[in-house]
C-alpha cells in the first residue's frame, strides 16, 4: 500500500472510529462467509455506440485481487463498464477496510431483466448519457426501486447527457421528478457530514490539475434524487461529477486525495442511506 493510500484512508476514519480490517483477512473469512451488501452495477442497452449496443454482461464473475494492488485490471468498456470491474473492486476493498460492512469483494454485474435482480437492493449506474430502457425494463426498474431499492447514478454530464438520463427515468416513473438534493437532507449525514458537493474530475483531468468539468453547457455539480410517496430516496444522482474515477485510481500518485476522500465519504453515505431505508 503507498503512502498516499494510508492518508486517504486515515483522512476517510476521521468522522468516527471504525473498524480498520485488511481486505485479506475480509476476503478469506467473514465476508464471504454472510455479506450483508453488494455492489450491483446495473448492465444497460446505450444507444451511444451504435443501435442500443452495450457491452455483454460477463459470464464469469470477476475475482478482485487484494485491495491496493495496483491497476491489474482488464479493459474498461463502454456504458455502463466505465470503470468496470476495477472500481468496484477498489470501492468495495476501502469500504471493507474503513467499515464494519461486510461486503461481497468482487464486482456484481446484474441486467434489469435478470430474474436475481431484486436480491440486489443496491444498484450502481454510470455514464447514463446515452442509456436506453425499454418499457419492460422501465416497469421492472421501477418495480424495484418502489420496493425498496436504490440506484446510485454517476459520471455523466452535460445538459444534453441530463437530458437523455431524465427522458429514461420518465419512463419509469412519469409522475415523479428529478430534483436537486438540498444540503440539509439525510443522504449528506448518513454516515459522515458532508456540506457542500465537490466535483471529481476524471483520472487525466484530476492528475493534470485542470478543469474539472467535462461539458462547457453546464459546468456545476449537483447531487439529485427522486423519492417516493414517503419521502424516501430511491435514486441518488451525482451529476457532472465522477465517483468512480476516484475510487479506482485513489492509490494513483497523481490523483489528489482531496477527490478520492469525497468520493469514498459521498459512496458510503449512500450505502448506509440505502441499507438503513
Known sequence: MTGKT?????LLCSAGA??????YGALAGDIDDSPEFYFTRLVYSDSRFGFLYTWPKPNVEWTCPEFGGGNFFPRQ?????IDYPGGDCKFMGGIARLSNVRVHPNPNATAIMDENLFQFPYLY???????????REAARLGEHLLRGGF?????FWGLRQLGNFTAQMRKVFPDRKLEQL???????????????????PNRSNGCWGGRTWEQPDDINPKVLGISDDDGRLMVGVTYNS?????????????????????????GLNFMIYAMSH
Open 77 to 81: 468498456g463502454n456504458g455502463w463498464a
Open 151 to 155: 440506484l446510485h447514478v454517476d459520471d
Open 6 to 10: 494510508t492518508l486517504i484512508l486515515i
Open 18 to 23: 471504525l473498524s480498520f480490517v485488511s481486505l
Open 242 to 266: 465522477d465517483l468512480g474515477d476516484a475510487w479506482e485510481y485513489m492509490d494513483l500518485a497523481c490523483y489528489p486525495e482531496k477527490y478520492s476522500g469525497f468520493a469514498y465519504r459521498m
Open 125 to 135: 449506474a454510470v455514464s447514463v448519457g446515452g442509456m436506453y430502457l425499454s418499457d
Open 182 to 200: 438540498p444540503m440539509t437532507h439525510e443522504v449528506f449525514s448518513t454516515f459522515f457530514d458532508i456540506d457542500t458537493v465537490m466535483q471529481i
